[in-house]
T-cell receptor, first 110, second 114 residues
């Protein structure tokens, strides 16, 4: 069983709308949780990094939340743009190696 | 360039051949990571270097895979006797140190084993 589960697997939204992506994890011990954006054919780019003591972090139109008790995180994207179309990957750090989810494929359409 | 670079961007090789994939990290970054990403999957950890030494190689799938970082900067991932199942994008990342700091990824090398 994957230690980092993401939902939905894929999502299509209209430009300008908001959306929320979910991440559940079982990784333990837990060091920090990261959200990455990966454009097709590119390496992942970091959006947010949260330690277990943080419960929210924003980066422009991206806001990540973390509930370390329930081991859940979400990434909220506000006022989506066409350029937001990408895979969004939840990553949990257990000591040094990163444990990646499979990602949510987001498509923003006009 | 200020980012992580990887060469080649694409590599096609025949089953059984040997390949080397190169990663140039951001200057001054002491930590370097290799990941493998199969189609439709998230990246999978392979090995992590702190300086010249492999601090954690628990993700290497078998002894056909080996990586070096002799001078603490450039790293080479080496795959012997390639198999079709090795086909994937191999990503390299670097960070200023290990721990809760941002990792910067390169564009990856797409390896295809025919």
């Amino acid at each position: 069983k994957n230690q980092v589960e993401q939902s939905p697997q894929s999502l299509i939204i209209l430009e300008g709308k908001n959306c929320t992506l979910q991440c559940n994890y079982t990784v333990s011990p837990f060091s920090n949780l990261r959200w990455y954006k990966q454009d097709t054919g590119r390496g992942p780019v970091s959006l947010t990094i949260m330690t277990f003591s943080e419960n929210t972090k924003s980066n422009g139109r991206y806001t990540a939340t973390l509930d370390a008790d329930t081991k859940q995180s979400s990434l909220h994207i506000t006022a989506s743009q066409l350029s937001d179309s990408a895979s969004y990957i939840c990553v949990v750090t257990r000591n040094t190696p990163l444990v990646f989810g499979k990602g949510t494929r987001l498509s923003v359409i006009a | 360039g200020a980012g992580v670079s990887q060469t080649p961007s694409n590599k096609v090789t025949e089953k059984g051949k040997y390949v080397e994939l190169r990663c140039d990290p951001i200057s001054g970054h002491t930590a370097l990571y290799w990941y493998r990403q199969s189609l439709g999957q998230g990246p999978e950890f392979l090995i992590y270097f702190q300086g010249t030494g492999a601090a954690d190689d628990s993700g290497l799938p078998n002894d056909r895979f080996f990586a070096v970082r002799p001078e603490g900067s450039v790293s080479t991932l080496k795959i012997q006797r390639t198999e079709r199942g090795d086909s994937a994008v191999y990503l390299c990342a670097s960070s200023s140190r290990a721990g809760s700091v941002e990792q910067y990824f390169g564009p990856g090398t797409r390896l295809t084993v025919t």
